[in-house]
Every structure is written in C-alpha cells, then in structure tokens.
C-alpha cells in the first residue's frame, strides 16, 4: 500500500532542494522526518518536512490504519524543476541583467515495509516446514 504527496511550485531552486531530497530518499519516515528537522539547510529542508507530515497523515487516513512512523518508508521522492519567473536586474553601463527566480515540485510516495499484504495465519508456514524437511 502506498500513497502519493505532491507539492507544486516551491519557491526553492530544484539543485538545491535535491540535496536535501537525496539525504532522506529511501529512508525510513520516522528518521527522514529527524534527520529533515535537524537539518542545517532549514529553508529546503521544511517543505520536505511538511510534505512528509502530510504523506504520513494521508496514509493513515486512506488505509484506515493506525502505522507508525517507522512500518512506513520513502518509496520515490522527486524534485523536478517548475516554472521560472524571470526578472532583469539593473547592471553597470546602462546594461540589465536577466534573474531567474525558480521554482519546483515534488512529489513523494510513501509505502509500507509490509507492502500491505495481510499474512494469513492459516498453515501457509506449516506448508513451507514441510516442503523444506521433504528435501
């Protein structure tokens, strides 16, 4: 089982905001979400902060489930580069010089370790004991 967050113009430039996106991807929620609040770069580290919260509540409420943190991981998180406002900027000699102000969107999916399959407790473990003392 997974779910899907996605945050879309971000006033953050994308080559910065990967940084932090490649220091948290894969991880578990609840230490990506330690690691996101302790980190020194705070401007790009909150929307992904935020963003994280928001995936976690979003499986709760879908699933129905009362998961921790820690049964839950980063599956995909990608930074990809948005819109981006350009702006000129008065330079010496009568000349301007062009700003690019840009922006991004992020999208994360979050899954389950267990991949949402309910093991049965019927004697599917006994099956496979005894096709391994069979052999």
Not at 1 to 16: C, E, G
Not at 35 to 45: P, V
């Given at each position: ?51 994280l919260r928001s995936a ?54 979050l899954a389950s370790k ?22």
């Amino acid at each position: 089982m997974q779910t899907t967050a996605r945050l879309k113009d971000s006033p953050k430039s994308p080559r910065k905001m990967r940084l932090v996106a490649d220091i948290v991807r894969g991880m578990d929620a609840d230490k990506a979400l330690y690691i996101l609040k302790l980190h020194n770069r705070k401007t790009y580290a909150l929307p992904l902060e935020k963003l994280l919260r928001s995936a976690i509540a979003s499986y709760k409420e879908k699933h129905e489930a009362n998961v921790e943190g820690n049964e839950l991981y980063i599956k995909i998180l990608n930074v990809d580069s948005g819109k981006s406002l350009k702006r000129v900027q008065a330079a010496p000699q009568g000349r301007a010089h062009r700003v690019r102000k840009r922006y991004n969107h992020i999208t994360l999916i979050l899954a389950s370790k267990h991949g949402g399959e309910e093991v049965e407790a019927s004697g599917n473990i006994e099956e496979t004991e005894e096709t391994n003392n069979n052999e």
